[in-house]
């Protein structure tokens, strides 16, 4: 199972590559690594688990955040009507988005960075993305809230950009001007 050691931090070269495509259909390693992303995230928002492993809650995880520089990531996320997006996809691509853009008002945290950044990240409001699951199905889903923030955060690792690359050094809590603040 993956652990906070297996999670590499800011500095570390990996967080900043472009990772590469996943060969289709996956092998069972990717398979294996795929579903060890799921898996840490729901273990995350385990109480019991959490606690027993040292495991940082979270919401994603792609996979260059344990060192392989390969197009996958988790999202284990409910919504505000309590609505469940649990995905592990290989290749994810945002295939169109909204005009309307959004951000947390709390602002965006990450299990590669062991520090408080202040600021609003600005993000499209909706998105729909395409990728493959585990069995090399290809889906395509619509994303809005916050199960679309999360998307857009894990889909910017694999392209080597962090949440606060987004964020308005001069003003980073000033609200974002015409962007949906989401609580
Ligand atoms: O480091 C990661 O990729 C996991 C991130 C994902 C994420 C950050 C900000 C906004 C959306 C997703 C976080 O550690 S998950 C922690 C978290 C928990 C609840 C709400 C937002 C972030
Ligand atoms: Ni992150």
């Known amino acids: 199972m993956i652990t906070m050691d297996d999670i ?52 994603g995880l792609a996979a260059p955040q344990i060192n392989v520089s390969k197009r996958m990531l988790a999202v284990h996320v409910k919504d505000n009507k309590g609505k469940l997006y649990s995905y592990a996809l290989f290749n994810p691509k945002i295939i169109s988005h909204s005009v309307e853009t959004a951000y947390l008002t709390s602002g965006e945290g990450c299990l590669s960075v062991d520090r408080a950044v202040p600021g609003y990240v600005p993000r499209f409001s909706r998105i729909t993305v395409k990728g493959w699951n585990v069995d090399g199905e290809e889906i395509k889903i619509r994303l809005r809230g916050i199960a679309s923030i999360a998307f857009q955060h894990e889909i910017d690792h694999l392209n080597g950009i962090m949440f606060y690359d987004h964020i308005d050094q001069e003003n980073p809590l000033q609200p974002i001007e015409g962007a949906v603040p989401i609580d």
């Open 8 to 59: 590499i931090r800011e500095g570390h070269p990996t967080l900043r590559e472009v990772a590469k495509e996943v060969s289709l259909p996956p092998t069972e390693e990717d398979k294996k690594i795929l579903n060890s992303l799921l898996d840490y995230v729901k273990n995350s928002q385990d109480p019991d688990t959490s606690k027993k492993y040292g495991l940082r809650p979270g919401i």
